[in-house]
């Protein structure tokens, strides 16, 4: 069997689904716009977040009350303050597209967005704009909505793709462009799942070979840029993995050359996966040991680390280390998120934006 084939084989355990959070009861009723926005204004920020607990048809009618009320209430500020009632807004706005995209009416995170761009574009190009669409971009990479990050030429936000927006404000920078990157990158995936057995599948056909080699040179011509480079490296030798390159040297010279916690463990978890296959379980321990002292209990990591363990016959200590696996809940895992790109980062960035709305 071809090295190819036999990453793909050691890893199908390692991507079962997980069971899906438990949600809380649902509410119908739309909740008064001007009320939450008043909330928000005055740093009450489970304006937002209590958005989780509405239904289709509360959805529906919020993001109608927001395009409507939420417009007029922007325009009924103050005259001091027209520019910071707008940011609270378009800032609210952002949060309750985060909490609708755990929801059956994601789709509805698009107009919500769309109407906070559309507003956000009378501000001035401050700090805190500047932050509101650092914070937007982040949240499109977690909702892995790439064609409104990109754009598909069509309406609205979809012609040239939030991304074109975002760049006119903070310039071509480079982490935006990892950020394109990694939306092209999604999309060649289709509806395939990000994981190592839908890396190393047969690529069928020449378009996708052109595709891969499009996205490669994204990530290459970024591997030297200040703070992102090493993950754009990581994803340059991820998407030669998915070209055929099984390179586990590539992995560990990522590694070696990273801080971000993100970047080690999925470096040293494709690499220790790649080595197994490869006959060599006992460096594909370490590899995979290396991973886990980063994100302890991490299921993808330690599955693979248990079947490592088996193959060399140490089977006390794969079942301690099963044991240990299923314990408790799962951490989140990095290679469940590498798909989602900087979407890893919303937390922080979201607090960023909160600090500059005040």
């Known amino acids: 069997m071809s090295a190819v084939r036999l990453v793909a084989a050691g890893l199908v355990l390692s991507f079962m689904a997980i069971a899906a959070p438990t949600r ?15 909330r928000y204004e005055h740093g009450d920020y489970d304006a937002a977040s209590g958005l989780a607990r509405l239904d289709t048809a509360g959805w529906t009618g919020f993001t109608r ?26 800032s609210f706005a952002l949060e309750a597209a985060s909490a609708v995209l755990d929801s059956p009416s994601r789709l509805l995170a698009r107009r919500i967005l769309g109407w906070a761009c559309a507003e956000v574009r009378s501000a001035a190009p401050d700090d805190a704009v500047r932050a509101w669409y650092r914070a937007s ?13 990109l754009g598909t030429g069509g ?4 012609k040239d793709g939030h991304a074109a927006h975002g760049r006119m404000i903070l310039g071509d920078i480079p982490s935006l462009r990892l950020s394109a990157a990694v939306g092209e990158e999604g999309r060649s995936w289709g509806g395939e799942p990000a994981n190592l057995r839908g890396m190393v599948r047969r690529i069928p056909g020449a378009s996708r070979v052109r595709d891969l080699d499009a996205i490669a040179q994204r990530f290459s011509a970024l591997t030297s840029a200040p703070e992102i480079g090493p993950e754009a490296a990581l994803r340059l030798a991820i998407t030669d993995l998915r070209r055929g390159h099984v390179d586990a040297a590539s992995f560990a010279g990522v590694a070696d050359s990273a801080r971000d916690p ?20 006992a460096d594909a321990i370490s590899s995979l040991r290396q991973a886990l002292m980063l994100v302890p209990r991490a299921q993808s990591a330690g599955v693979l680390l248990v079947s490592a363990l088996t ?7 794969a079942r301690k280390e099963t044991e240990v696996l299923i314990a408790g809940p799962a951490p989140p895992d990095p290679w469940r998120q590498y798909r989602s790109g ?13 600090e500059r709305v005040k």
């Open 24 to 38: 809380v009861a649902t509410q119908t009723g739309t909740p008064s716009i001007v009320t939450l926005l008043d």
């Open 155 to 158: 309406e609205a936000e979809l």
């Open 342 to 354: 900087s979407g890893r980062h919303w937390p922080q960035a979201l607090r960023d934006l909160r």
């Open 262 to 281: 993100f970047v080690l463990y999925v470096s040293r978890l494709v690499g220790g996966a790649i080595l197994l296959q490869q006959g060599k379980p």
């Open 137 to 149: 971009i982040v949240l499109l990479e977690r909702a892995e909505d790439w064609d409104l990050l």
């Open 311 to 317: 193959s060399t016959g140490a089977l006390d200590e």
């Open 65 to 90: 009350s927001l395009e409507a009320a939420g417009s007029a209430w922007i325009r009924q500020a103050p005259p001091q303050i027209p520019d910071r009632r707008r940011l609270v807004a378009v």
